[in-house]
C-alpha cells in the first residue's frame, strides 16, 4: 500500500491516488490547518538509499461532531511540488495517521495539536533533480464508505477528499558529499603538499552520486594541538565534482573540505587528512 494521504483505498483503509486528486466530496467539512513546521524548519536532506524522517507539526481546528478514525477518515499534512493544488508535479505524504492531542473545545469545534512524520523514500517518491526546491504545504481530508454486504447483489464504495493550501514551505536538497587526501606524506616543511578530493551529490535519477561541478570547497586546516579549523584558501570543483589544490607544507595538522551547500544541495565536510610534517 503507498501513503497514508496518497494510496490507493484498499480494505477501509483511506488514500488518494499519487497525483490525480478526486472532486472534492459533496459535503466538505469545515477544517482549519495552521502552524505547519516542517522538519523542525530545517531542509529536508536526502541521498540515494537511506529513508529520512520528517517530523511535522501543526494545528487542526476541526468540527466537534466529525469523527477522524485514521482509517475510514483521514486528516494531516502533506507536502507537493507544483505551481497550484490543483497541478501537482509530485507529493510526500505520511504513511501512518498523526498523533493529536485536544487543547480547546467548543460547542462546535475542537482544536487539536497534531504531530505526523513524513518518510521520504528516495528510491520511491523522488525522481528527478526538479524535485529538490522548495515544496509547498497542503491540508487534506478524506473519508472512505463501503458496503460490502452483498447479499442484496451489491457492492459499493464512495470516497470524498479534501485538500487546502497551507501556509509554509519546505526545502528539499540533495545530499552531498566530500573527500580530502593530501600527499605526499609525510612532508617535509616547506615543501609542496596536494591537496585533492571530489565533490558528488546525489541524483535521483540514477539512484547514484554524480559529481557537482563548478562549486565553492573551502580547503580548512587545523594545526596539532589546536581547537579549529581556519579557512586556507577556496577550490572550485571541476570534472565529475575534483577538487585539487595546493599548499606549503608548515606544520603537522589535518586538512579538510567543506561545502556550504546551495539551495538544491545540503552541506558536505570531508573527514580530515593528518599529515606528518618533518
Known sequence: ????????????????????????????PDLSFSGAVINNGKAITV??????????TYTLVRPAGLVIDGENSTAGILLYRGSSL?????ELGPDEAPTCTTTATTATTVTQSCKEVIAVDPQEYLYEAADAGTWKVAGFYGNLT??????????????????????GTAQ???????????????????????????????DWATGKYAGYKGQPAALQFKAKGATAYKTVKTVTSGTAG?????????????????????????????????VDVK
Open 146 to 167: 463501503e458496503d460490502n454486504d452483498d447479499s442484496d447483489n451489491h457492492i459499493g464504495m464512495q470516497f470524498g477528499y479534501d485538500m487546502w493550501g497551507v501556509p
Open 47 to 56: 541521498g540515494t538509499t537511506a529513508i529520512v524522517n520528517v517530523p511535522v
Open 242 to 274: 575534483a577538487l585539487s589544490t595546493t599548499v606549503k607544507a608548515s606544520a603537522d595538522g589535518t586538512y579538510r573540505y567543506t561545502f556550504a551547500g546551495t539551495a538544491t544541495t545540503g552541506t558536505a565536510t570531508a573527514a580530515g587528512d593528518y
Open 86 to 90: 490543483a497541478r501537482q508535479e509530485n
Open 1 to 28: 500500500m503507498r501513503k497514508y494521504a496518497i494510496g490507493a483505498a484498499l480494505s477501509g483503509a483511506l488514500a488518494v491516488s499519487a497525483l490525480a486528486v478526486p472532486t472534492a466530496s459533496a459535503a466538505t
Open 172 to 202: 528539499v536538497k540533495r545530499a552531498a558529499r566530500l573527500t580530502v587526501n593530501a600527499t605526499p606524506e609525510p612532508v617535509k616543511k616547506g615543501a609542496t603538499l596536494t591537496v585533492k578530493g571530489a565533490l558528488p551529490r546525489a
